[in-house]
Nanobody, 124 residues
Framework: QVQLVESGGGLVQAGGSLRLSCAAS????????LGWFRQAPGKEREFVAA????????YYADSVKGRFTISRDNAGNTVYLRMNSLKPEDTAVYYC?????????????????WGQGTQVTVSS
């Protein structure tokens, strides 16, 4: 049974930082690309960042480029999202997801497995 469990969300002031973690089990972690998505109330789920199997390639939404960093630890079966210079518009539930392709999809449809999400709230 595949499980993805996010943690690290919370309430932070604008300009602050958070690091999200996503621990995976039940899959060959190193053979999955990983992505982070977010969904704000009343909005569709949107792409945030993704990383390929061996971390060779990373991808970011324009809205987070330069502020967020995705990384992975294949030995520990964990993917991270470091978020700096947070803005109120970053407020959303953040989800991690796993894609079995070498090159990750940049849309939700491409992902096989999803976590339950972690809430990030940025106050102004």
């Amino acid at each position: 049974q595949v499980q993805l469990v996010e943690s690290g969300g919370g309430l932070v002031q604008a300009g602050g930082s958070l690091r999200l973690s996503c621990a995976a089990s039940g899959l060959t972690f190193s053979r999955y690309s990983l992505g982070w998505f977010r969904q704000a109330p009343g909005k569709e789920r949107e792409f945030v960042a993704a990383i390929s199997w061996s971390s060779t390639n990373t991808y970011y939404a324009d809205s987070v480029k330069g502020r967020f960093t995705i990384s992975r630890d294949n030995a520990g079966n964990t993917v991270y999202l470091r978020m700096n210079s947070l803005k109120p518009e970053d407020t959303a539930v953040y989800y991690c997801a796993a894609d079995p392709r070498v090159r990750p999809a940049l849309v939700p449809k491409g992902y096989y497995y999803w976590g339950q999400g972690t809430q990030v709230t940025v106050s102004s």
